[in-house]
């Protein structure tokens, strides 16, 4: 899953991004709100987490301004302040939760979770395929009753397509839901991934994860799956 994280300050910035990304996140992180506007715009996030007090924008501005133009994904607003006028200032301008510093990174991806299971629609925290089972809030899987060692980029693989399975995913699809900014979307780490991933679900029973030439991957029960 892609989160945009909008903070100015550079150690949180980082603490927070690294968070993020050991859990699996895919992270564009943005150091004022100008930026972070650009992204927000620009991207499919499935999440994003604003901080209030940022240069050129703040957290407030940079929501009103997504919402404005369409974007619905969840926002999760940070700041100093907790006032109850401030709590609703960002809950008017769109916000869909406020986290009040300093808080625990627990809590953060808690309420992340939380976020992305309501919108846009309620999913599940455990998606079940076949004999596979995908627990979002814990981040593991797990096929016939045993634990898939997964690196946190096959655990994001594998979380969006569990979310969308029976669905064929395309490669434009988890760049803009997988990866971050950084990724180079001529490179072949999508086919790797995907290739290192393969092997672990599919090695303990019949394929679950399906090449769709020209078209990309889709993740379904073996009686539902096409050849």
């Known amino acids: 899953m892609r989160v945009l994280l909008a903070e100015d300050d550079p150690r949180l910035g980082e603490m927070?991004?690294?968070?993020?990304?050991?859990?699996?996140?895919?992270?564009?992180?943005?150091?004022?709100?100008?930026?972070a506007l650009y992204l927000g715009v620009l991207n499919a996030y499935d999440a994003a987490v604003l901080?209030?007090?940022?240069?050129?924008?703040?957290?407030?501005?940079?929501?009103?301004?997504?919402?404005?133009?369409?974007?619905?994904?969840?926002?999760?607003?940070?700041t100093a302040r907790d006032t109850v006028a401030?709590?609703?200032?960002?809950l008017d301008a769109g916000g869909d939760d406020y986290l009040?510093?300093?808080?625990?990174f627990g809590e953060l991806l808690?309420?992340?979770?939380?976020?992305?299971?309501?919108a846009p629609r309620v999913l599940p925290s455990t998606i079940t395929v076949s004999d596979?089972?995908?627990?979002?809030?814990?981040?593991?899987a797990e096929r016939g009753g045993h634990p898939l060692p997964l690196t946190p980029k096959e655990y994001?693989?594998?979380e969006y397509l569990a979310r969308n399975a029976g669905r064929v995913v395309s490669r434009a699809d988890l760049t803009a839901h997988?990866?971050?900014?950084?990724?180079?979307?001529?490179?072949n780490a999508i086919e790797v991934n995907i290739n290192r991933l393969r092997k672990k679900v599919d090695a303990a029973g019949p394929p679950l994860i399906h090449t769709r030439r020209g078209a990309g991957y889709q993740l379904d029960a073996p009686a539902d799956a096409d050849a």
């Open 51 to 78: 901080d209030v007090m940022m240069p050129k924008r703040d957290g407030f501005a940079v929501c009103r301004e997504l919402r404005a133009r369409g974007r619905s994904y969840p926002v999760l607003m940070l």
């Open 178 to 187: 997988v990866w971050d900014d950084n990724h180079d979307p001529f490179s």
């Open 156 to 158: 994001a693989l594998l």
């Open 100 to 104: 009040t510093k300093p808080f625990d």
């Open 16 to 35: 927070l991004a690294r968070g993020l990304r050991e859990h699996a996140y895919a992270v564009d992180w943005a150091r004022d709100g100008e930026r």
């Open 86 to 90: 401030d709590k609703i200032a960002g």
């Open 132 to 140: 596979l089972v995908v627990d979002t809030r814990a981040q593991r």
């Open 110 to 118: 808690a309420r992340l979770r939380a976020l992305m299971r309501r």
